[in-house]
């Protein structure tokens, strides 16, 4: 069993729809929670970190984490095309530095 | 503020060629990342420095490959001889270095590496 598991996708979503990302996480002892975007060819760009059980939210995203499910989410409201990326979920154990999921492809038709 | 400064950006070389990466971090970060990334795959730990100090090596593949941050700030990875299967992304991110696990770490722009 990976550590960090996402859905490859692609996720499909039209123009203005909430897309849903998902990802849950093995070590129950994980304490912090990231999720970044991914442009082809760039490097990975934090855009939400989450700590405690609940919903985080900063303007169109929202970050929700329930550890007893160890299940960690990235809402996007109103999607845009340039919202079309690939979103990597990491998670800190305190082990060792992040570990990531492979990434979910989202995808954002005008 | 300047972010994680990474070069070069690309870098071909033939197998059994020495090649190295040099990274510069955010200004005060004092803890410091190289992650390798393959296509299609999230980035995974080679090594972290908190100042100088390298203190998680354990996935850093030490037959060949080699790390330094001798003034706790600027670090260079280093891989010799190089081998077709090293072929990826190298990732260097930063963090403040606070203790406890909620250090948001950033990244360079990365050097990708082709091996012929």
């Known amino acids: 069993q990976k550590e960090v598991e996402q859905n490859s996708g692609p996720l499909s979503v039209p123009e203005g729809a909430i897309a849903s990302l998902n990802c849950t996480y093995s070590d129950r002892g994980s304490q912090s929670f990231f999720w970044y975007r991914q442009y082809s060819g760039k490097s990975p760009e934090l855009i939400m970190s989450?700590?405690?059980?609940g919903d985080k939210e900063d303007g169109r995203f929202t970050a929700q984490l329930n550890k007893a499910s160890q299940y960690v989410s990235l809402l996007i409201r109103d999607s845009q095309p340039s919202d079309s990326a690939t979103y990597l979920c990491?998670?800190?154990?305190?082990?060792?530095?992040?570990?990531f999921g492979s990434g979910t492809r989202l995808q954002v038709q005008p | 503020e300047a972010g994680v400064v990474q070069s070069p950006r690309y870098k071909i070389i033939e197998k059994k060629q020495p090649v190295a990466f040099w990274c510069n971090p955010i200004?005060?970060?004092?803890?410091l990342y190289w992650y390798l990334q393959n296509l299609g795959q999230g980035p995974e730990l080679l090594i972290r420095y908190e100042n100088e100090e390298a203190v998680d090596d354990s996935q850093l593949p030490k037959d060949r490959f080699s790390a330094e941050r001798l003034k706790g700030v600027d670090s260079t990875l280093k891989i010799q001889p190089a081998e077709l299967g090293d072929s990826a992304v190298y990732l260097c991110a930063s963090s403040l270095g606070r203790r406890g696990l909620y250090n948001e770490q950033f990244f360079g722009p990365g050097t990708r590496l082709t091996v012929l």
């Open positions: 990491a998670v800190n154990t305190g082990r060792r530095a992040l570990t």
């Open positions: 200004s005060g970060h004092n803890t």
């Open positions: 989450i700590y405690s059980n």
